[in-house]
């Protein structure tokens, strides 16, 4: 039996795509079959290890082009910087698995699940972007998401706070606003893309906060207490809103999580 650390080492320390990709959906096949082992077979190489691909060029937020939606290349940088959040978040899903052991089998079996639908995210997105004329990597893209796997590389609990918690829970709000802007447009493919990662990211942020409080409550942790305080201590700036209530509260969020979320927000 192959362990799963090992699919995790080849897809972090590989810049190939299609590799990536692939053994991706290998580790998931072998998952279903039953066929995969969660025993390490050796420590986890630093975080300051792993490999991206040369291209897209990453440039600061505030540094990226501005473009227009209802032009074809405004459209273009638009399924681009949703590529290069759905590259990144395979990288997160399977970082966190590979880097935080003696968990659960659970955990492990849920991040590679994660894992397999942020691939098949960023194949819908890449195949839109071909039919827009483009690929991945042609465009510059943004370079943040990666640093907070990095500020959290020694923290399971700030992991869980600061990228499903906060970075993919900001996702939760804004993609009905974007989803709506291309319907209003009539791209029934791009809505359809927006609707699936929407309903998958659901999953992804309830399944974090699910460990959150696991984890956090096995450590002796008052888990919205300890929540508030990792993003006081991790995240840069205060949390954007509006906030999506109804669906944040269907992935695990409590009311008082999202009372102290809009408070910080209006500070």
């Known amino acids: 039996m192959k362990s799963i650390f090992e699919f995790a080492e080849r897809c972090l320390f590989d810049a190939d795509i299609e590799r990536k990709l692939a053994f991706t959906f290998q580790a998931r096949q ?4 039953n066929r995969l082992s969660f025993t390490a077979p050796g420590e986890a190489l630093p975080i300051a290890a792993t490999v991206f691909p040369a291209k897209p060029e990453l440039l600061m937020p505030r540094d990226m082009p501005k473009r227009r939606l209802d ?52 194949q819908l997105i890449r195949n839109r972007l071909r039919q827009l004329g483009c690929d991945y990597g042609d465009l510059p893209a943004h370079g943040g ?26 996702g939760l709000d804004v993609t009905p606003g974007m989803r709506d802007k291309l319907a209003a447009m009539g791209d029934a493919d791009g809505v359809a893309i927006l609707e699936r990662i929407y309903t998958d990211e659901i999953g992804h942020v309830e399944r974090g906060s699910y460990w959150f409080k696991s984890l956090a409550r096995q450590r002796g942790l008052q888990p919205e207490q300890h929540y508030k305080d990792l993003i006081l201590g991790y995240y840069k700036g205060k949390p954007k809103g509006p906030f999506n209530r109804e669906v944040r509260i269907i992935a695990g969020f409590s009311d008082n999580e999202l009372d102290w979320l809009e408070e910080r927000a209006h500070e």
């Open 30 to 33: 072998l998952l279903a079959e």
């Open 71 to 122: 032009t074809v290349e405004g459209k273009a940088a638009f399924f681009h910087a949703l590529a290069h959040i759905e590259f990144v978040a395979i990288y997160l899903a399977w970082d966190i698995l590979y880097r935080f052991r003696g968990l659960p089998d659970d955990f492990y079996r849920d991040w590679l699940l994660i894992a397999d639908e942020e691939a098949q995210h960023f």
């Open 145 to 170: 998401l990666w640093s907070h796997a990095e500020d959290t590389a020694e923290d399971i609990l700030a992991r869980l706070a600061i990228v499903p918690r906060c970075m993919e829970a900001r």
